[in-house]
């Protein structure tokens, strides 16, 4: 590979290539050896796949330059081609469609890649409490109300994103609201981030007692 499009690393079997989280800008093939990419699910860190010979990740990053979705450790001893954001992308704007198309799914790929985290959470108001307090600590406004979460207050569009039914959304809005927990103004208005922590926390408190 072009020493200018790519430069080689090489990593110990165990050796972590980066942490779910970390901001990245850099896209990886494998040249030789097996990469494991983790997730953080609960209290427990689960293998999502082992990655060979050919393979590349990390393109995400690379293109919007969101925190990583996943960890990567090595499996075995290791070489790796990295190619930074820079190179790559001089290479996909010399085709805006092919640019305009990987943005695309790049997006759907983010998108769904949320979606799936909270599904991991069985109980299904914990699910909606949990993605209505991610969604305000990532892109939520300060109002004189409170914080604006950014989540449509309409449970045919929450449904979507999270996979529980319109009924059982609108149930479980209606109960933050009689508890003065949220405001429903277009959007989700959390009126105190705290306090809704605290009902999440007796969420999962009320779920072990009930096992």
């Not at 996943?70 to 992308?89: G, K, M, N, P, Q």
């Amino acid at each position: 590979m072009n020493e200018k499009f790519g430069y080689q690393k090489n990593l110990k079997a165990g050796e972590v290539l980066f942490r779910e989280g970390d901001v990245g800008d850099e896209m990886y093939l494998i040249k030789s050896g097996q990469i494991r990419i983790t997730k953080s699910i609960g209290d427990e860190e689960k293998t999502l796949a082992i990655l060979k010979e050919g393979d590349f990740f990390g393109e995400m990053a690379v293109l919007d330059r969101s925190p990583r979705s996943a960890s990567a450790v090595a499996h075995t001893d290791c070489e790796l081609i990295i190619v930074d954001r820079e190179a790559f992308l001089k290479q996909v704007r010399e085709n805006p469609f092919i640019e305009y198309v990987i943005e695309t799914l790049t997006q759907r790929l983010r998108q769904t890649d949320e979606m799936l985290k909270f599904m991991y959470i069985q109980n299904e108001e914990k699910r909606l409490v949990s993605f209505i307090l991610t969604k305000a600590k990532s892109q939520g406004k300060e109002t004189p109300d409170g914080i604006d979460s950014g989540v449509p207050a309409s449970p045919d569009s929450i449904s979507g994103m999270i996979g529980v039914d319109t009924e059982k959304i609108t149930k479980v809005l209606n109960t933050l609201v009689n508890n003065s927990l949220i405001l429903l103004k277009g959007n989700i208005i959390i009126k105190n981030i705290e306090m809704l922590e605290r009902y999440l926390d007796y969420l999962d408190l009320k779920e072990k007692f009930e096992r």
